[in-house]
Nanobody, 122 residues
Framework: QVQLVESGGGSVQPGGSLRLSCRAS????????KGWYRQVEGKEREMVAL???????RFADSVKGRFTISSDSAPITVALEMNSLKAEDTAVYYC????????????????WGKGTQVIVSP
């Protein structure tokens, strides 16, 4: 089991910045991908940023150039730096780890945090 706890959400004015952090604990091994997703009530959860174990990243088009994703190893955290925030960035942000486990054929396990609210409003 992997436990993920997000922090850093809050309210900010348009154009402002926030830094979200996700701390992992538990059986943390073979993490293939760390990522951030967001969800607006009534809409599907969408990918915001991904960081793969090879160092490659992927961002939603709507956040490219404004958001960055990074990771530390001790303790294991993944951060989302959000700049030039817009009203449409308002959402609950979730951390997700994709873990490979199992033998002989590894399976993917998805672990989610409970989310942190981000509100961008004048």
């Amino acid at each position: 089991q992997v436990q993920l706890v997000e922090s850093g959400g809050g309210s900010v004015q348009p154009g402002g910045s926030l830094r979200l952090s996700c701390r992992a604990s538990g059986a943390i091994s073979s993490i293939r991908t760390k990522g951030w997703y967001r969800q607006v009530e009534g809409k599907e959860r969408e990918m915001v940023a991904l960081l793969n174990d090879d160092g490659s990243t992927r961002f939603a088009d709507s956040v490219k150039g404004r958001f960055t994703i990074s990771s530390d190893s001790a303790p294991i955290t993944v951060a989302l730096e959000m700049n030039s925030l817009k009203a449409e960035d308002t959402a609950v942000y979730y951390c997700k780890f994709v873990q490979l486990a199992g033998f002989p054929t590894p399976l993917e396990f998805n672990w989610w945090g409970k989310g942190t609210q981000v509100i961008v409003s004048p």
